[in-house]
């Protein structure tokens, strides 16, 4: 089953 | 000072009732172009960004740019006091802690005030890249509503495929599967039924319905909705305000284990 990943592997914190 | 009058205050109880569930506090970023609102979920899976501009307010005045800190608790309770076609105004001064809601009737026979506290909230602002999409679907708001609470009877996730054929939806759990196709309309009346489909790429992705349907809270905002996919990247869901803002949703897809 597919595992939910974090928004925060995409965006940067600024 | 801050001020800025929306004729139609009722979109802002329906921006509100769309991000409820999904975030407690927000900051109101003002400055002379505009309002905007970025705020992530606790559990950094999705993100809310909300874009103003100042041409949708009558007047707005921004002199110096100010960050409202705001609980939506408090504002829920505050913005559901005026009526539909209330228009509602939003006032600042700098150096106090409080922000002060205005609603007036139309015919200006009745006004009321209401003042909540601002809060200090420590916001995480993220960096979102420009992205070229490998699809772009634009469709009814209410079908996609349609679509993500059809399928949450089924499973928790959903799988969207776009290809030349449409764009795909399907959902599957124990008790069965589900699929619900689309494809791109070619005589439609009214243009806000209308579903348009580009494609760059076909593209595969799986998200949790449980936000898709949060995101869903904001179909009264717009007739139409945008879904923005690219392989491996977050899925946007956008919906317009007017013409002169937007909401937007961006949630971190699931992948395999």
Sequence with gaps: TPIQNDLLEYFSLL | MFEARLIQGSVLKKMIDAIK????????????????????????????????GSDGFEPYRCDRNITLGLGLK??????????????????????TDNINFVFESPNGEKTSQFEIKLMDIDSEHLGIPDTEYDSVVKMPSHEFQRICRDMSQLGDSI????????????????????????????????????????????????????????????TPLSPTVTLSLKAESPLCVTYPIGDFGSMKFFLAPKIDD
């Design chain 2, 159 to 218: 799988v969207v495929a776009c290809t030349k054929d449409g764009i795909q939806f399907s959902a599957s759990g124990d008790m069965g599967s589900g699929k619900i196709n689309l494809r791109q309309s070619s005589l439609v009346d009214k243009e806000e039924d209308q579903i348009n489909i580009e494609l760059n790429d076909p593209v595969h992705l799986t998200f949790a319905l449980r936000y898709l349907n949060y995101f869903t809270k904001a």
């Design chain 2, 21 to 52: 569930d999904i975030v407690t506090d927000i900051n109101l970023d003002c400055s002379s172009t505009g309002i905007s609102v970025q705020a992530m979920d606790s559990g950094h899976v999705c993100l809310v960004l909300i874009e103003l």
């Design chain 2, 74 to 95: 408090a504002l829920s309770v505050v913005v559901r006091c005026a009526n539909n076609d209330d228009s509602i105004t939003i006032k600042a001064q700098e150096g």
